[in-house]
């Protein structure tokens, strides 16, 4: 019993099959038996009104044979004759008209019905088992262990881009042991200096081992790094609120900087 009720296509169909379908052309579409049943009606009307509509036409037609001739005809007479035409014509035409309307109605509504019957009979001939439903969840979110692996991939990734953007830094923060924070300032790209690496444990240990490496300044401060590393993401410019800190350490670096290029000077 319980194989049977798992294997029960009780599920609508997901929109992943859904798109599938429709680029097989399997969707729900009316077919052509309200058409024939519409024109059918149109014809028993005809059929029904026809010898209505007849019989004003000949009266119509016999009118027009017992006219006098143009040199006879008055005025009077001829507008007596004008008068009959258009009050046959009308009678003629109105049951031709009402068999077009009430076939359109007819037509629109026999549409919607079996527009309406072709989904409901479609949904159902598409329903899933709840186990296809998971498969394909598993197929289009992909499997949690290998989206975890996925993850740590892109993270690994990113990791390494960051720390290959360290030796562009101007200055490292830290506070010093837990947090390092790397800022680079451009006056002519920039508003803001723009944290290009932060991390914390041994990523901070990395962030300060490339920086020495490429005399980057390393300067401690233990509450703008904590800041930093919590408050602003890598690429981000600072927010104002740490402007003022970071103002001051980058002047004193340009200062220590201008000082060392005089002396060489």
């Given at each position: 019993?319980?194989?049977?009720?798992?294997?029960?296509?009780?599920?609508?169909?997901t929109p992943k099959k859904r798109q599938e379908l429709r680029e097989k052309g399997e969707v729900a579409k009316s077919r052509e038996l309200p058409s024939v049943a519409v024109l059918m009606s149109a014809l028993i009307a005809l059929s029904l009104f026809g010898s209505f509509t007849y019989s004003h036409i000949q009266l119509i037609m016999k009118g027009s044979f017992s006219l006098p001739t143009m040199n006879d005809l008055n005025?009077?007479?001829?507008?007596?004759?004008?008068?009959?035409?258009?009050?046959?014509?009308?009678?003629?035409?109105?049951?031709?008209?009402?068999?077009?309307?009430?076939?359109?109605?007819?037509?629109?509504?026999?549409?919607?019905?079996?527009?309406?019957?072709?989904?409901?009979?479609?949904?159902?001939?598409?329903?899933?088992?709840?186990?296809?439903?998971?498969?394909?969840?598993?197929?289009?979110?992909?499997?949690?262990?290998?989206?975890?692996?996925?993850?740590?991939?892109?993270?690994?990734?990113?990791?390494?881009?960051?720390?290959?953007?360290?030796?562009?830094?101007?200055?490292?923060?830290?506070?010093?042991?837990?947090?390092?924070?790397?800022?680079?300032?451009?006056?002519?790209?920039?508003?803001?200096?723009?944290?290009?690496?932060?991390?914390?444990?041994?990523?901070?240990?990395?962030?300060?081992?490339?920086?020495?490496?490429?005399?980057?300044?390393?300067?401690?401060?233990?509450?703008?790094?904590?800041?930093?590393?919590?408050?602003?993401?890598?690429?981000?410019?600072?927010?104002?609120?740490?402007?003022?800190?970071?103002?001051?350490?980058?002047?004193?670096?340009?200062?220590?900087?201008?000082?060392?290029?005089?002396?060489?000077?």
């Amino acid at each position: 019993m319980a194989e049977e009720s798992s294997g029960e296509k009780t599920e609508k169909p997901t929109p992943k099959k859904r798109q599938e379908l429709r680029e097989k052309g399997e969707v729900a579409k009316s077919r052509e038996l309200p058409s024939v049943a519409v024109l059918m009606s149109a014809l028993i009307a005809l059929s029904l009104f026809g010898s209505f509509t007849y019989s004003h036409i000949q009266l119509i037609m016999k009118g027009s044979f017992s006219l006098p001739t143009m040199n006879d005809l008055n005025i009077s007479e001829f507008l007596v004759f004008a008068q009959q035409v258009t009050v046959h014509f009308i009678l003629a035409l109105c049951p031709l008209l009402a068999a077009i309307f009430i076939t359109a109605i007819l037509s629109n509504i026999m549409q919607i019905i079996d527009y309406a019957f072709q989904k409901w009979e479609f949904e159902n001939r598409n329903k899933m088992t709840k186990q296809e439903v998971k498969d394909e969840f598993k197929r289009t979110e992909g499997d949690p262990l290998i989206k975890s692996r996925i993850k740590s991939i892109q993270m690994e990734m990113a990791r390494k881009r960051m720390m290959q953007a360290v030796p562009e830094a101007d200055v490292v923060i830290t506070n010093p042991t837990h947090f390092a924070a790397a800022l680079k300032y451009d006056s002519s790209t920039m508003n803001a200096p723009k944290l290009i690496a932060k991390g914390a444990g041994k990523i901070a240990e990395k962030i300060k081992k490339l920086a020495e490496e490429h005399d980057i300044p390393i300067v401690e401060n233990r509450e703008l790094a904590r800041n930093l590393n919590s408050l602003v993401e890598i690429g981000q410019e600072i927010p104002q609120v740490l402007f003022q800190a970071v103002a001051e350490i980058l002047a004193y670096i340009y200062k220590i900087r201008s000082n060392y290029l005089h002396g060489l000077a």
